[in-house]
């Protein structure tokens, strides 16, 4: 009898990795059950993308920036679109991702951008054949760049990441509410988490059913 095999899965957006890094159940709001509401922050980023999302080209000092660059990696399964990649004489891509805001945020909050832009650096490693050391993301409001190492830890984080959220997406489990709530205030999805109701079922003992992250990805 003929073998059977898996579907191939879709290639998961970029967007997805920043998400999932700032709240697991953001991620599987938004990626799992396609809910996705607007606040003040959101718009704010919104405006911001607005300006550098037309595809363009332009040289500035040696340099070629290519602008809304469609970027992927078949082999992670990742799809996406990088603000902005400034190329060297060379070849060598720089990726600049635009957030809104300062460049002075949370450290785990910043964390999440900087894997979004580790995932775009692999990304273009993959298109281009060229090394990715680092990248930098632009922030609206003090119109300053943080430059952010492409380092083997953040590497891995975008690999495990991936791993995690197709897990999520394959077993169609949403994840509990994030126990740090110093986020909650700014997510435009609070009303759907209800992270209060959340805290409140744990208090009665309400059993959960937690996914596994351990199984082996399918080939993407």
């Not at 919104?46 to 469609?70: C, N, S, T, Y």
């Not at 632009?138 to 590497?155: H, W």
């Not at 984080?157 to 509990?176: D, E, F, T, Y």
Request: aromatic share 4%; hydrophobic share 40%.
């Amino acid at each position: 009898m003929p073998t059977a095999t898996a579907e191939p899965e879709d290639p998961l957006p970029l967007s997805a990795l920043q998400h999932w890094a700032y709240c697991p159940r953001q991620c599987g709001l938004i990626h799992l059950e396609q809910a996705f509401d607007d606040n003040l922050h959101t718009l704010r980023g919104q405006a911001v993308h607005r300006q550098v999302d037309q595809p363009g080209m332009e040289m500035r000092k040696g340099l070629r920036i290519e602008r809304a660059l469609p970027v992927w990696h078949d082999e992670l399964g990742l799809i996406g679109k990088a603000d902005a990649v400034e190329f060297e004489p060379d070849g060598t891509p720089y990726p600049v991702e635009y957030k809104h805001g300062s460049r002075h945020k949370a450290a785990d909050i910043a964390a999440a951008d900087d894997l979004q832009l580790a995932a775009q650096a692999l990304c273009l490693e993959a298109m281009t054949g060229h090394a990715v050391a680092e990248g930098a993301l632009f922030y609206a409001s003090s119109k300053r760049r943080r430059v952010v190492p492409i380092t083997d830890a953040l590497r891995e984080q975008v690999r495990s990441s991936a791993h995690a959220i197709r897990a999520m997406l394959r077993q169609g489990v949403l994840p509990p509410p994030t126990t740090d709530t110093r986020r909650c205030p700014n997510c435009s999805l609070r009303d759907r988490c209800q992270p209060q109701a959340w805290a409140a079922l744990q208090d009665t003992g309400t059993a959960v059913r937690v996914f596994d992250v351990d199984e082996p990805d399918a080939p993407a």
